[in-house]
């Protein structure tokens, strides 16, 4: 069961693509996060000032998508304030004349016209795309998954969009990982097009062991799919986990030459794992105008001192 309710109304950029509307599934429990996701959603941990999912509605919007449909669950409060006004805070700023503060309350429902439904049940990422159906219609749609993280400087939805218009179908975004890591995605088996950053998919299975993935090409949480997966997710039974698996129904139009996979070597983190979370804070923080200079010089000195052991990282202390 999927249950609409009322989008925030909000100004959006023009789009001059066929594709105007992402779904973010969102309804996550965040176990890797735990404790810290024990009262907040795991896509409203800070990446250094912002939720970790407003990188993902600024990267859609970004690509000109200027309707997004949030995917929730239950305890997922957190995420339509966000994205909502919030007025007596904004009346605040506003009174101190701190119009800084007071654009970046704002920016979030500015981005895009942004819609929530809740996913009734935890039946996976394919039941969760499903439930954007009725909201999406008949076009062609993106998916961003709130876990991964494309680094802003990255354009790798919009090379995506273009693939769909070019390929028509649906399109993954993949990414050649360690084969020890192929057992936490989606794995493609890939045939070359002309093009050195497309590919063709001929078949998807989720999560293979190392010894049974066709490939080390992952599937990373951008798609831009194609509404007939709608369909097929209608009849796709449980799969890995018990759960309705969007891979798949992937795999079902792939295997009529319908998906194309662009490949991405760029900068993309997954915020869901600890170790990589870390990453992103730092790599986003010493990549800000504002932050970026004090924070990397702090960085070297601690590096440094780890190095030569005037820093004992163990335990907590100023470099
Ligand atoms: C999901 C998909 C998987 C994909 C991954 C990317 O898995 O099911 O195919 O490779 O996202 O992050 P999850 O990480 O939600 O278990």
């Known amino acids: 069961m999927c249950r609409m309710i009322a989008p925030h109304a909000t100004s959006a950029p023009a789009s001059v693509r066929a594709v105007t509307k992402a779904v ?4 996550g429990l965040g176990t890797r996060f735990l404790p ?43 995420i339509e304030d966000h994205f909502d006004n919030a007025f007596e805070l904004e009346q605040a700023l506003a009174a101190k004349g701190d ?9 979030p429902a500015r981005l895009a016209n942004i819609h929530h439904i809740r996913q009734g049940e935890p039946l996976g990422l394919g039941h969760a795309v499903l439930c954007a159906r009725r909201h999406v219609g008949d076009q062609p749609f993106a998916v961003l998954l709130g876990d991964d993280l494309i680094d802003p400087r990255e354009t790798l939805l919009s090379r995506m969009l273009d693939v ?33 950053d497309v590919v063709r998919v001929t ?36 799969g890995r986990g018990g759960e309705i698996q969007l891979t798949d129904a992937l795999q079902e139009l792939a295997a009529d030459g319908t998906v194309h996979g662009v490949v991405f070597d760029g900068l993309r983190y997954d915020t869901g794992d600890k170790a990589d979370y870390l990453r992103t804070v730092v790599r986003l923080a010493c990549a800000r105008d ?7 010089s702090w960085l070297k000195e601690f590096v440094t001192g780890l190095e030569d052991g005037t820093v004992d990282g163990r335990h907590r202390q100023a470099a």
């Open 24 to 27: 973010v599934p969102a309804a």
């Open 36 to 78: 810290a996701t024990k009262a907040t959603p795991k896509e409203m941990l800070p990446v250094v000032d912002k939720p970790a999912i407003q990188y993902v509605v600024e990267e859609a919007a970004a690509a000109g998508l200027d309707d997004v449909l949030m995917v929730t669950g239950r305890h997922k409060r957190a």
């Open 99 to 107: 119009t800084v503060r007071l654009d970046s309350v704002r920016d």
């Open 164 to 196: 769909r218009d070019q390929y028509a179908g649906s399109v993954v975004a993949l990414m050649e990982v360690d084969p020890e890591q192929i057992h936490l995605y989606g794995c493609a088996a890939v045939e070359a097009t002309g093009e050195d």
């Open 203 to 238: 078949g998807l299975v989720e999560k293979p062991s190392r010894r049974d993935a066709p490939s080390t090409y992952a599937v990373i949480g951008r798609y831009v799919l194609d509404p007939a997966v709608f369909d097929t997710l209608e009849r796709t039974p449980p």
């Open 290 to 296: 504002d932050l970026g200079p004090e924070f990397t």
